[in-house]
């Protein structure tokens, strides 16, 4: 565990460096996050602006108006890179030259991330439904002057058309905008679209990695990929099985049924309604 005292340091040091309205760089520990978390404002007195993740990206946030707070930033940082969601395996992170999908890509941490993996010969198709954090997504690539990201304000499922996104009113948390309809939410009017039409649209024959986390609809994403699914290599599913649903086996099955072997299923801790599902194409 990371020391105390240590980490109270570093909120002093990161203190002292946003006196010209800097950004905070995040170290890998949740309770150095807390820390920081916690002290900002007494040692500032003004709002953050961005982050500095370890790999040296930076995210936008924004305090004043609460669109994208520390918070939000924090939690979706913990998945991907404290926990590891989607890298526990590590033949599933992106390789230079890769062509990746990051379908729920919320403000781009994980778009980010696959960016700097693939390169210039690589490619990240990034879609984001919500406007709010397609907006912070497509600052997020600028501020970072990527080019080999292709941001897509559209949610994928099994039509094309139009859906209504639903977000828990009382939190505003972007991240959790779900096609399935909730008690107490605002929601967005979007765009739908299949992955096959996006596979036929950008003339891909293939997709190295297909990751997908969409609060729910993750069955919709793949029958929407019914004939694509066949020139993807390895996928993984972070799959939601709230209000009793069995949608992880759903997925699994489904997953089987076009060709895929299972790798590995995580859940990521007791109680926890989501599993991640790690399956690539069968030889």
Do not use: W
């Not at 929601?187 to 297909?210: C, E, S």
């Amino acid at each position: 565990m990371l020391n105390v005292t240590r980490a109270k340091k570093t909120v002093d040091r990161v203190a002292k460096l946003l006196k010209g309205n800097r950004g905070i760089y995040l170290p890998l520990h949740i309770l150095t996050y807390h820390l920081i978390q916690k002290e900002r404002f007494r040692k500032l007195g003004i709002p953050l602006k961005y982050l500095v993740l370890p790999n040296g990206t930076k995210c936008l946030i924004d305090e004043e108006q609460k669109l994208i707070t520390f918070d939000h930033v924090l939690t979706s940082f913990g998945d991907i890179f404290e926990n590891q969601e989607y890298l526990l395996l590590k033949e599933y992170k992106p390789h230079h030259g890769d062509i990746v999908f990051d379908v729920g890509a919320f403000i781009g941490l994980y778009t980010l991330f696959a960016s700097k993996c693939v390169g210039k010969g690589g490619k990240v198709y990034a879609f984001e439904p919500v406007p709010i954090s397609y907006e912070f997504l497509i600052k997020n690539i600028k501020i970072n002057r990527i080019n080999n990201v292709v941001p897509l304000n559209v949610a994928l499922a099994d039509y094309s058309g139009y859906t209504k996104l639903y977000i828990p009113q009382n939190i505003k948390y972007y991240a959790v905008a779900s096609m399935i309809p909730t008690t107490s939410t605002i929601h967005y009017t979007v765009k739908v679209n299949t992955l096959d039409d996006v596979v036929q649209q950008y003339h891909l024959d293939r997709i190295d990695l297909l990751k997908i986390d969409v609060e729910g609809a993750e069955l919709m994403v793949l029958k929407g990929g019914f004939h694509s699914l066949k020139i993807v290599d390895k996928i993984v599913v972070e799959a939601h099985d709230t209000n009793g649903s069995k949608l992880s086996r759903s997925v699994v099955r489904y997953l089987k049924s076009s060709g895929f072997k299972v790798d590995g299923i995580y859940i990521p801790d007791i109680g926890v309604t989501k599993k991640i599902v790690y399956a690539r194409k069968s030889r």
